[in-house]
């Protein structure tokens, strides 16, 4: 995909900014609350439950209702279960692409896509899903929100909702994040 075409879907995505929007040196740059710009100062690697890291988050904007974020795919999601998100997503497939199945909140198996550069992947909060495949080079835009009250991200487990295991994945996380603290 053009370079050209990358930077017309973030200016698009940026257009949709609430009026507030600081960029880092304070100047307004949408419309609501939030900062734009690397946060939190770098990427965020994401790894899985063998601690190798399967992709890394960029964020650029953040605000109450909204995260937009780079996603650098390096692998499938290793987790042997689909998850849930506690806010619905847009993912712009900007390069490369994934396979993605998709399940009902008990596990149940509904539908499986193939996304590649171009194609605009929406996920409802009501859905779980697991990235199955990934193309080697996949670099996706995720445009997350707003967190919907009383979502948590949950893993499918036995035809259940389950919480997952927060200092199993902070055992894996902060290793391969040193400049995040604990």
Sequence with gaps: MATYHIAKIVADIIRTLPDDATGDNGETLGTGRGTFGLLGGGPVH???????????????????????KLVFWYGADP????????????????????????????????SSH???????????VDVAHRVV??????VTMMVCGPQVPGNVWHE???????????QAFLD???????FVKG
Excluded at 172 to 178: A, D, G, I, Q, T
């Design 79 to 110: 987790r042997p279960t689909p998850h849930t998100h506690p806010w619905p997503f847009t993912s712009h497939i900007l390069r490369g692409g994934y396979v993605e199945d998709r399940y009902t909140l008990t596990g149940e198996y509904i």
């Design 133 to 138: 495949v990934v193309r080697p080079g996949t």
């Design 172 to 178: 894996k996380f902060l290793p391969v994040n040193p």
């Design 46 to 68: 994401i790894p899985g439950p063998d601690g190798r890291v399967y992709k890394t988050d960029l964020a650029l904007f953040s605000s109450p209702g909204k995260t937009v």
């Design 156 to 166: 499918v487990e036995g035809g259940a909702l389950v919480l997952p295991d927060k």
């Design 114 to 124: 193939n996304y590649t550069a171009g194609d605009v992947n929406v996920c409802p």
